[in-house]
């Protein structure tokens, strides 16, 4: 949630351009790890407006979602120890550089790199896709459907995006290690003000719930 001293007046706008309420809030996810066993995990990013914002204005305008993640890699402990000492007890052509040196030491095996691909969107609109390794950053459009005149009435105003985690290729990452991935959406949205409308940008905290479901994989 936005601190309430970040919910003062920001800068001044234009002189030819109308102020604007900012509305933002964010989510974390819940992390996730992926092996040669479970290579995917897939989730439901929903958002749902329960009130509307200062001056009655609709909180759904040029709406839009950014992903945030980091991949880390996790190693198994009993197999480094063993890659080590393989490269001091031999000569380390043979085990310390084309055995062990790619599997256990590398994250990969033969020195391939476990990429992840994270795709951001929905069936309808389509997604986003990117190859990551350590870090990635995506952002999509929101769209709301339902009664987002009156929140919470009738057909609930809602938007809903589809995150995908994939492993690029199994066959880089050993049946032993897995790479756990942390991930954050942050949303924000814009409104133009009526009062004070030529005077100053204005963040507020966007007055939605974020809901994340896990999915089960195709």
Known sequence: MIAASAAALLATSAPDEKAVYIFKTSSDGP?????????????????RVTALGPEQVDTT?????????????NTNATADAGATNGGATNDGATNGGATNGGATNGGATNGASPF???SFGSTAQGSDSVSALSSFELARRLTFT???????????????IELDLTLAQTSTLPND?????????????????????????????????????????P
């Open 61 to 73: 305008q040029a709406s839009h979602a950014t992903l945030h993640g980091t991949i880390t890699a």
């Open 31 to 47: 992390r996730a790890t992926l092996s040669a066993s479970k290579p995917q995990s897939r989730y439901l990013v929903r958002a």
């Open 146 to 160: 339902g009664n987002c005149a009156q929140p919470n009435q009738d057909t609930p105003c809602q938007a809903e």
């Open 116 to 118: 992840v691909r994270v």
């Open 177 to 217: 290690e897995s790479l756990s991935i942390d991930w954050t959406v942050n949303f924000e949205s814009r409104a133009h003000k009526s009062k004070d409308a030529y005077g100053e940008d204005e963040l507020v905290d966007a007055p939605w719930t974020i809901e994340i479901v896990e999915l089960g994989n």
